[in-house]
């Protein structure tokens, strides 16, 4: 089993894969679209990663505003997600989004990617971060043990 992380903007939708163990979160790929209205193409490519990689779950990062309030984009996403669901028949759980974009943009200012270059792996990290972040919070607790 394997857990697929989207990342869905407007002209993008970055991806990424859990390993089998459901443990991290890798990125695979960006798929672009030249509209944002037209998602047959996207999804299709959706369709075959999650057979590719067996995917039986998706986790699909909800752009919230900081005030915790759901905007325009928030919407849309969650359009997605109805359409996600109905075209995969896999569950979609949304996951809060805020700042994972800058947390990749920081990311790769520390790895030294080239401000230039850092549009072309943006959504794929984002991806990334939106769904370790929720593998992490799959795991078991330890108990706290009092020493």
């Known amino acids: 089993m394997r857990i697929m992380g989207l990342d869905f903007g407007s002209k993008t939708v970055g991806v990424a894969i859990s390993d089998p163990l459901l443990i991290t979160a890798q ?71 805020r700042l994972t974009t800058v947390a990749a943009q920081r990311a790769m200012m520390e790895a030294g990617i080239r401000r230039e270059n850092r549009g072309e792996y943006v959504d794929k990290i984002a991806a990334c971060f939106i769904l370790q972040g929720y593998l992490d919070s799959r795991e078991e607790k330890p108990c706290k043990k009092n020493f």
Request: proline share 3%; no cysteine.
């Open 27 to 97: 990125g695979i790929e960006i798929i672009r679209r030249k509209d944002e209205n037209k998602l047959r193409q996207t999804l299709a490519r959706i369709e075959a990663l999650i057979a590719e990689y067996e995917v039986e779950e998706i986790v699909l990062g909800l752009p919230k505003n900081m005030n915790d309030t759901i905007g325009e984009r928030a919407e849309l996403t969650l359009e997605f997600k109805e359409k996600l669901e109905r075209r995969t028949g896999l569950p979609v759980v949304m996951w809060d989004e």
